[in-house]
């Protein structure tokens, strides 16, 4: 294999839309986590916050000096995981690859299955607008896939490249040089434990709403009540998808044992 073109895994974790790019775009799909920072509410639905980081194992990082965690804004945890938040921010590699998607990929729910009105997302999405997006991922080629981290489906990017990832955030882009077989997490988790709404319905989430959220409703109740304007009743997936394997243990994610984990709210979808 040339030394110069080196596999990696990219996993997308979490709330965080799958969406086609325009043909006219060298972009062919993209993953757009949106802002999640602040609770907020969706038809009467406690919207729990959630927070969104780069995470990167030290050990992947080839020939980095050892505050370059530090340069980019992240800190170490006692995983040896390099934790950088994300706000407004732009991912991406370079690779000659064609983009392809495997059958476990083609598993992946679709925000349409719950949402019968489910639109395209705003034109405030499209960009990186921290007001509305955390971290937006374009892809230009590479494998797309799926595994499955208990109950939660997580889509993955594997791909063949120099191995560069690029980040850019608050008027910078930051180059960073991976070794072979490195994997790298950007992960939407929530703050808090896994807590449905206060609502009667079982079905209206706290997590999966941000989907609803971002589909451009209203999302308080008083507006609701004021403007007249109905909104969709949040009808969140309850089981893991079928299929996809398990995910590979060394992803680079929380490793905390609680119920968000298996919790397929927060499940990455297709948008719509």
């Known amino acids: ?31 757009i986590f949106p802002e999640t920072g602040k609770a907020t509410f969706y038809n009467g639905v406690q919207l729990m916050p959630h927070e969104t980081t780069l995470n990167l194992r030290k050990v ?49 729910p679709s925000f349409l299955n719950y949402n019968r009105n489910a639109r395209n997302l705003p034109q405030a999405y499209s960009g990186t607008d921290p007001d509305y997006v955390a971290a937006r ?72 709403g941000w989907y609803y959220a971002m589909n451009g409703r209203y999302l308080t109740s008083i507006a609701n009540s004021l403007t007249g304007v109905s909104v969709d009743p949040i009808v969140a997936p309850k089981t893991a998808v079928v299929g996809p394997k398990a995910c590979d243990p060394v992803m680079p994610v929380d490793t905390f044992v609680g119920t968000a984990i298996a919790s397929a709210e927060c499940s990455a979808v297709f948008y719509p």
């Open 137 to 208: 991922f374009d892809i230009t080629g590479g494998t797309l896939s799926g595994c499955n981290r208990v109950a939660q489906y997580i889509v993955t990017l594997n791909t063949t490249s120099e191995f560069e990832l690029f980040l850019e955030q608050n008027d910078r882009t930051a180059r960073i040089v991976l070794g072979s077989g490195a994997a790298v997490a950007i992960e939407n988790k929530p703050l808090h434990s896994m807590t449905s709404s206060t609502s009667s319905d079982p079905t209206q989430m706290s997590h999966f």
């Open 60 to 108: 992947d990082l080839a020939n980095a000096p050892s505050d370059f965690c530090e340069r980019l804004g992240g800190k170490y945890d006692a995983n040896s995981i390099c934790r950088v938040p994300l706000s407004g921010a732009r991912l991406w590699t370079r690779t000659t690859q064609a983009l392809s998607e495997d059958s476990n990929f083609r598993k992946a």
């Open 1 to 31: 294999m040339n030394i110069s073109m080196l596999p990696a895994t990219i996993y997308f974790v979490g709330i965080a839309a799958v969406v086609a790019a325009k043909p006219d775009s060298n972009v062919t799909r993209a993953v």
